[in-house]
C-alpha cells in the first residue's frame, strides 16, 4: 500500500512533465504592407488610376499659377535695376498677393486630395480586411501585423514572414476584376510653392502627412 501511495504523486508529476514539454501550439506570426497590397491589386490599380485622374486638372492649374508667379519673380530679378521704385513696389505686391493666393488653393488642393485618397482607401480596405482574415485562418496565423508605417518600431523583417503578395494574389482570385495600370506613387504630387517674392515672404503651404 505504501509503494502504491508513492507511486500516485509520481504519476502526477510525470504527467505535468509531458504536458510541459506539449506545451501550446507555437505562434505563426506574418507580416504585410497593407497599403502596398491595397495598390497592388487590379481593383487598387485601378481606384488609384481613377484618383490621379480626378486630380490631375487641379495639380495642372496649380502649376500654371506656379509658373506666373515664377515668371513675375524672374521679371522683377532681371529687370529690377532699370525699373523705377513705383513699378518694382506694384510688381512685388502682385507677387505677394497671387503668392498668398497660390498657398490658399495650394492648401485646398492638398486637403481635397487627402479626403480623395481617404475615401478610396476606406472603400478597398473592407474587402482587403476579409481576405487577409482569409488567408490567415487557412494558413494557421496567430497573428498577422501591418508594417506600412515607415515611423514604427519595427527594425527588420525576414522576407520569409512578409505574405504581402500571397494576399495580393489571393485578393485578386476573391475579387476577380480588370487590368489596371500600377502608377508610380499614389498620393498627389504636389508642385513646390514658388519662392518666396522681394520684400514680401510668402507664407509657406502645409505638406501633407
Known sequence: MK???????????????IAGAQGPPPTKVGVIQVQAALTGTKDGQKAVAEYQSRVAPKVKEMER?????QELQDKLSKGGSAMAQTAKDDLARAIDTKTKSYNRDMEDAQAEAQTEERKMLEELSGKMQAVIEKYAQANAYTVILDVSNQNGNVIWISTAIDVTKDVIDLYDKMNPGGP???????PLNKPTAPATPPATPAVTPKKQP
Not at 509503494?3 to 512533465?17: E, K, Q
Not at 499659377?65 to 508667379?69: L, V
Request: glycine share 4%; proline share 7%.
Open 3 to 17: 509503494n502504491r501511495i508513492l507511486a500516485l504523486p509520481c504519476l502526477a508529476l510525470f504527467a505535468a512533465a
Open 65 to 69: 499659377k506656379r509658373a506666373e508667379i
Open 180 to 186: 489596371g495600370t500600377k502608377p508610380t506613387s499614389m
